[in-house]
């Protein structure tokens, strides 16, 4: 096989993975351009939340504008992405690197990554700011300023340089110096780090963007706290997050590993009633539960030490790294970690797409036994209104096409969960075994409040 034909063959695999995709999305933009809302959909909202026509074909017309935009963004990158391969951008990066900069393969290789993503990272740019500033505000959903996507923009950056450029050492180092089996420790490592920074995510890395304080209507705090308790869900802090500040857009989660879990709630949705609150919590509750996060973890785990293993098997190929138009260290006559690492990539990325679909099914699995969770306690009804405000105030789409959803959606949609949940109330779960108590239903009961 030469290099020329390993290089086409590349490029006819994203070819026919981006042609495949772009199938499936245009799948989907035929339920976007509908006008009329489905008789399935009527069924299904009409005892909670008639859903008015004017509602309807703003979700519609927002689906369709944010499918218009990631249509154009997906397609620029594809085009770029080869262009630079063809013209062998990559190659005179490294060359330029090592000829006016450092010819160290530590410092060369931090160099390399931060110069090869200029161009990648300057449009990423303007499609943020479009995004930003034209798309969301369009719909009246943005609330960031210039400045503060400014400043956002810089952290980000500078947390980028840190602790990507601590990885990409230790990941040169290893590589070279550990053996044949240094994508074990490497995958060790990895993990370690992974860990580290979801556990200091919430104390150290979130209010460098947000402001977290205590919730500020004591009466929900004290509710919150109670269901926690309920639950066996051991709450340390409970906080709001100024996310108003940059969106409209609403959430809740928890973080931490380990016994004590922070709750935090975006100030974008404390104006809902307590009971669709404390409903959408029991959802994210479900999830600790079922110890979603550990089996998202393991997944985690599994796909990292699977993508060392072959990457550890690509190095041995000297033809996928000169094929991208890379030479061999002129010394030892070895290639070059950062660049063996950047065609493995290139190559694994389409594999890395479709084993996506497997986490993605997982996870919408893990959306409906959270679901389920919640309505083994009673609150599917104030789950079903808390879903329909959170979908009404952002406009999501109402349809979607399956196979779309089966290749892009991490969660079902809201049509998917109210049908779900709707059947849960013909029979209702049984509440968890270990949370089982006698006076359980009487203490649900307190914490709901009378419409």
Not at 3 to 8: D, G, I, K, T, V
Not at 196 to 203: A, D, G, K, R, V
Not at 394 to 400: D, R
Request: include cysteine.
């Amino acid at each position: 096989m030469t290099e020329y034909f390993l290089l086409r063959s590349i490029f006819a695999l994203y070819l026919i993975n981006f042609t495949f995709s772009t199938y499936v999305k245009f799948r989907q933009y035929k339920c976007l351009k509908l006008k009329q809302i489905p008789d399935r959909i009527k069924k299904v909202v009409e005892d909670f939340d008639p859903i008015t026509e004017e509602c309807f074909l703003l979700s519609q017309s927002y689906g369709l504008a944010r499918w218009n935009f990631n249509m154009v963004n997906s397609t620029l990158d594809f085009i770029i992405e080869w262009t630079l391969i063809f013209t062998l951008y990559y190659p005179y990066i490294w060359s330029f690197v090592n000829l006016y900069i450092s010819n160290n393969e530590y410092i060369a290789s931090v160099f390399f990554v931060s110069l090869s993503s200029v161009i990648t990272y300057s449009i990423g740019i303007i499609f943020s700011l479009y995004d930003k500033f034209v798309l969301e505000e369009k719909f009246g959903y943005n609330r960031t300023t210039l400045k503060l996507f400014i400043i956002d923009e810089i952290k980000s950056i500078f947390l980028m340089l840190i602790i990507g450029t601590s990885v990409l050492f230790c990941f040169i180092f290893i590589t070279k110096n550990l053996g044949t089996y240094f994508y074990l420790y490497l995958g060790g490592i990895l993990i370690v780090i992974q860990a580290l920074l979801y556990m200091i995510y919430p104390t150290l890395i979130l209010p460098l963007f947000y402001k977290l304080r205590p919730i500020s209507d004591d009466t929900l705090a004290e509710k919150i706290r109670k269901l926690c308790k309920i639950v066996h869900f051991p709450l340390g802090k409970l906080c709001e997050m100024d996310a108003s500040t940059r969106s409209s857009h609403g959430n809740a989660f928890f973080t931490g590993i380990f016994n004590t879990k922070q709750i935090v709630l975006f100030d974008t949705i404390l104006d809902f009633p307590r009971n669709e609150i404390l409903a959408i919590l029991l959802h994210e509750i479900g999830h600790w539960y079922n110890m979603d996060n550990y089996k998202s973890l393991l997944i985690s785990i599994f796909n990292t030490f699977f993508f060392l293993y072959l990457f550890h098997i690509s190095m041995t190929s000297k033809l996928l790294y000169t094929c991208f138009g890379f030479q061999l260290n002129p010394e030892t006559g070895e290639s070059y970690v950062i660049l063996s690492l950047f065609s493995f990539m290139i190559v694994q990325a389409p594999l890395s797409m479709n084993i996506s679909i497997i986490s993605l099914i997982i996870s919408r699995n893990n959306e409906y036994n959270a679901d389920k969770f919640c309505a083994s306690f009673g609150f599917s009804d104030e789950l079903i209104s808390g879903l329909f405000r959170l979908n009404k105030r952002s406009s999501v789409p109402l349809i979607y096409d399956r196979l779309y959803s089966l290749f892009y959606c991490s969660h079902p949609n809201i049509i998917e969960r109210v049908e779900y949940l709707k059947m849960l109330q013909k029979k209702r779960p049984e509440i968890p075994s270990l949370l089982k108590k006698s006076s359980l239903e009487e203490e649900l009961m307190a914490l709901k409040e009378k419409k």
